[in-house]
């Protein structure tokens, strides 16, 4: 799944622009791109360099201002009792990613990683940008790396980033998404506890369970 306004109710990148004094600026290029308007990798880049100065400890504050999407741990328990692997792939940045990880007990995870000079991040990113397309080749990589059909597999996320992901997916599904988004995925969920993704893969199962198929 996505994290920022999927797994999480924030957008990292904008609180980490509230350090830099931008946030309004990277909140406007946010939802452009969230949208489909922009390209989500130029987006990124420029975003990026208006954290440039930011301090290394500016990732602590992150970290405690985030807060899980309603739903979301018991989605992680729900999944990991059904016997399932849970996983995260972002457009943000691992150095929020990975502590939020953790904390649920994912150990699979994928986001870009910020630059950092001193101390104080550069305004750059290091390494390929995981955009759109490296969302779905991740969940495609991680199902063949854990014996998943993809017809097994599940994707969530609500921005325009994430419909490759999605489509590639068994069931894909839009949460709390922008409408570019709830209107191209195969499955929608408004909101506000994204656990209620897991009705929705219910459903999706029962109905390869009438065409004759194999369920989830």
Avoid: C
Avoid at 31 to 38: D, K, L, Q, Y
Wanted: aromatic share 4%; charged share 30%.
């Amino acid at each position: 799944m996505d994290v920022d306004s999927t797994l999480i109710a924030q957008e990292v990148i904008e609180l980490l622009a509230d350090h830099a004094g931008t946030r309004d600026e990277v909140a406007a290029v946010t939802e452009r791109a969230m949208r489909g308007e922009i390209d989500f990798a130029a987006s990124l880049r420029e975003r990026v360099a208006t954290l440039a100065g930011v301090p290394v400890e500016a990732f602590a504050d992150v970290r405690r201002r985030a807060t899980f999407t309603a739903g979301a741990p018991e989605l992680v328990a729900e999944a990991r009792r059904r016997g399932w692997e849970v996983g995260l792939v972002s457009g943000g940045f691992e150095e929020v990613v990975a502590p939020l990880a953790a904390e649920l007990g994912i150990t699979l995870y994928r986001a870009n990683r910020l630059e950092v000079a001193d101390g104080r991040l550069t305004g750059r990113t290091l390494g390929p940008v995981v955009d759109r397309a490296a969302k779905a080749t991740t969940l495609l990589e991680l199902a063949a790396r854990l014996g998943v059909p993809r017809e097994d597999t599940i994707a969530v996320g609500d921005g325009a980033n994430d419909l490759d992901m999605i489509g590639a997916a068994g069931v894909g599904i839009a949460f709390a998404a922008k409408p570019l988004v709830r209107e191209q995925a195969p499955y929608s969920v408004d909101g506000p506890r994204l656990d209620a993704v897991l009705d929705v893969v219910d459903r999706a199962d029962a109905e390869r369970r009438q065409a004759g198929g194999r369920p989830t």
